[in-house]
């Protein structure tokens, strides 16, 4: 084999690949000027050698211009060819490097002399194919989708291409009689599936954390088959500890320097506050906290209320505030019930949509 590689060549541009016979030589024609351009000096060459595909360490001498070389070893595909001569000085000129293809073999294929396939992209698992028409085992595949490739080689060695073809294998149509197994998984994890005896069962989901969580179920018939899978979510509420209320605190028109506290025994009932100092038929503000045994205190309540004295018959109070009027107006009781007539009781009433306290 050889490729042809004359002076016209190493002058062409160096970016344009040559195409090589396999049936041809390459033709080193060595041209001293070209090598040799700025040497102005040199005298005469000395020595040359050559390399090819960059692998300089398998140079060889070339013992004059033109040489023949022989490339009968290059596989067919993409080469190039590097040269360099040196002077009598002992100087070596700069590598000059041409690239050149090398042509498969211009031969006929005649017949087919080999055929495999395989499947599912298996290609390490090919088997030979006696016929163009071939029966092929595939009861070891699952059900569902598969595909099988195949490609041929003819008698001067070269393969097709591949042709891939896509098939289906169905379930077999069984009939189911009745379920065989369920089991059922948390949040997804269907590696820690759970068999279920009963399709009622009590599931002890103690080890989950609060929050949201999914449990999944499936079942498996007498075929083999399992159903599709169902998911319900729920959510674990958070545990929270129960704090009772043991004190509270209170003061009247924002004067926090006189806060009473006071310890509470049983929170459900009326709290006792102690009005004393508190002017009459005036408005005046409520201000009270509770605090439970955990240490923590609510939000401040404000409440605005009205104090009066118990009265009897007519009679005024500083000129402010007409019993008779009083008598006149309605009054009710905290649950809403409308009383008869102004309270003579102590307690907390509502008149004119105020809180009133009688004491």
Excluded at 6 to 31: D, E, S, V, W, Y
Excluded at 76 to 96: N, Y
Aim: aromatic share 10%.
């Amino acid at each position: 084999m050889y490729a042809l590689f004359p002076q016209q060549i190493l002058n062409q541009n160096p970016n344009t690949p040559m195409l090589m016979n396999r049936k041809r030589f390459i033709l080193l024609t060595c041209a001293v000027a070209f090598c040799f351009a700025a040497k102005a000096q040199s005298s005469s060459i000395v020595a040359m050698e050559y390399w090819i595909d960059q692998k300089i360490d398998d140079r060889q001498p070339i013992a004059s211009a033109p040489a023949q070389i022989d490339i009968n070893d290059l596989s067919p595909g993409f080469h190039c060819i590097s040269v360099r001569v040196k002077d009598d000085t002992g100087l070596w000129s700069a590598v000059q490097t041409k690239y050149f293809m090398v042509l498969r073999p211009e031969s006929v294929a005649t017949s087919i002399v080999k055929m495999e396939y395989w499947l599912d992209g298996k290609i390490n698992n090919k088997e030979p194919l006696s016929s163009s028409k071939a029966i092929i085992e595939i009861d070891d595949l699952s059900p569902g989708i598969h595909y099988i490739s195949v490609r041929s080689q003819d008698d001067t060695g070269l393969w097709s291409g591949v042709t891939t073809k896509y098939f289906v294998i169905a379930r077999p149509t069984t009939i189911a009689n009745s379920i065989a197994s369920m089991e059922y998984w948390f949040d997804g994890k269907i590696g820690e599936s759970q068999t279920l005896t009963n399709n009622v069962a009590e599931i002890n989901i103690e080890a989950l954390s609060p929050g949201f969580h999914s449990i999944s179920v499936r079942s498996k018939d007498d075929t083999g088959i399992w159903s599709s899978v169902m998911t319900k979510y729920f959510i674990i509420p958070r545990i929270v500890e129960t704090a009772t209320i043991t004190h509270y605190c209170y003061w009247f028109d924002e004067n926090t320097e006189n806060t009473t506290i006071e310890a509470s025994t049983n929170p459900i009932n009326l709290l006792e506050l102690n009005l004393t100092g508190l002017s009459y038929y005036t408005e005046h503000t409520l201000y009270l906290a509770v605090c439970d045994s955990k240490g923590a205190y609510s939000t401040v309540m404000e409440e605005i209320f009205i104090i009066e004295p118990i009265t009897t018959g007519v009679e005024s109070l500083n000129g402010q505030r007409d019993s008779v009027k009083d008598q006149k107006e309605d009054w009710y009781s905290l649950d809403g019930k409308k009383l008869n007539e102004r309270p003579t009781q102590k307690g907390i009433y509502i008149r004119n949509g105020k809180k009133i306290i009688i004491k």
